[in-house]
Every structure is written in structure tokens, then in C-alpha cells.
């Protein structure tokens, strides 16, 4: 109510002492209201902020994790020519994955070796090659990979040391 209209009742406000008491509870209740809300609108903001940093962390946390993949051959039964073996489970890699640690299978030498991912209908997706080092008794062959584009589903994994036949895994690409 603008100040003109509540002239004609500040002086009976003032006088009457019921009157007062009443429009006190309503000033407190008003301003009790306004504390509330104002803690309501900052306790919101809080809670947005701290959800939005949480998932920021894990979106950051899943990117670090995610970048490189470990593909374990050591205990799988080297196979010949260019399909694999079905009755091993395929290697399961994220498409995140842009670096690959391939533990190679137990006897494989170091050297060059050639690596390739092509679909189940022999269409290639990835030919690139690197160099294998003997590490505490394993062989570890470490690729750059992006594959990221590409779609999620089963590939073969081919490996060969040049100039050999090559070998076939099973993929999953998640």
C-alpha cells in the first residue's frame, strides 16, 4: 500500500496497542518468510553448482581413465589366418580408448609388428604398426589408435610380426 493511503492509518497504528501487536507478527512473519526464501534460493544454487562440479569431475575422471585400453593376448590361444577363435570371449575396448597397450602372447619376440582392426566383413578400419619391447618377461606392443568415430559393435583385431601370417582376436567396441 503506497504511503499516502496508510497515513490515515499510521496514527491509530501507533495508538492502539492491539492493532500494533498485530501488524508486529505481521512484519516478523513477512520477514521470517523473505529469510526463508532467500535460504531456499541460496541452498538451490549450492546444490546446482556442487551437482554440475560433481559430474564435471566424472566426465573429466572418465576421459583420463578411458584414453588408454589394455588388450591382454597372453593367456589366449594364438590363432591362424584371418578368423578368430570363437570360443574366446572378444576383448572388450572403449572408443575413448586413443592409446592401446597390447600385452602380446607368451613366446612373441619383440620387433615390428603390424596391427589392424577390420570389420567381420573383412572391411579395415585401422591399419598402423609399432614396435614391441620385452618388459619383465611379457612382450608389450603400444599403439596410437583413433577409433573414436567409429561404431560401436565386434571387429577382428589382426597382428602380425612383419613378413608373418596374421593373427585374430575378436573385438568389442564400445
Known amino acids: 500500500m503506497p504511503l499516502a493511503e496508510a497515513e490515515k492509518w499510521l496514527d491509530h497504528l501507533g495508538s492502539c496497542s492491539p492493532c500494533y501487536s498485530d501488524f508486529s507478527q505481521f512484519r516478523r512473519t513477512y520477514e521470517v518468510r523473505q529469510r526463508r526464501t532467500l535460504l531456499a534460493i541460496a541452498a538451490s544454487i549450492l546444490i546446482t553448482a556442487g551437482i554440475a562440479g560433481w559430474l564435471l569431475f566424472q566426465k573429466h575422471n ?64 585401422l591399419a598402423t604398426s609399432g614396435w614391441a619391447e620385452l618388459n619383465d618377461q611379457i612382450t608389450l606392443l603400444r599403439l596410437a589408435v583413433p577409433l573414436s568415430s567409429k561404431v560401436p559393435g565386434n571387429y577382428i583385431l589382426q597382428i602380425r610380426k612383419a613378413g608373418s601370417e596374421w593373427n585374430s582376436y575378436l573385438v568389442l567396441l564400445r
Open 62 to 125: 572418465e576421459a583420463l581413465v578411458a584414453q588408454t585400453a589394455v588388450l591382454d593376448l597372453r593367456n589366449r590361444s594364438i590363432p591362424r589366418g584371418t578368423e578368430p577363435n570363437p570360443a574366446e570371449p572378444p576383448l572388450e575396448v572403449s572408443r575413448a580408448a586413443t592409446r592401446w597397450t597390447i600385452y602380446l602372447p607368451l613366446g612373441s619376440s619383440e620387433g615390428p609388428y603390424d596391427v589392424r582392426v577390420v570389420t567381420q566383413s573383412g572391411e579395415s578400419q
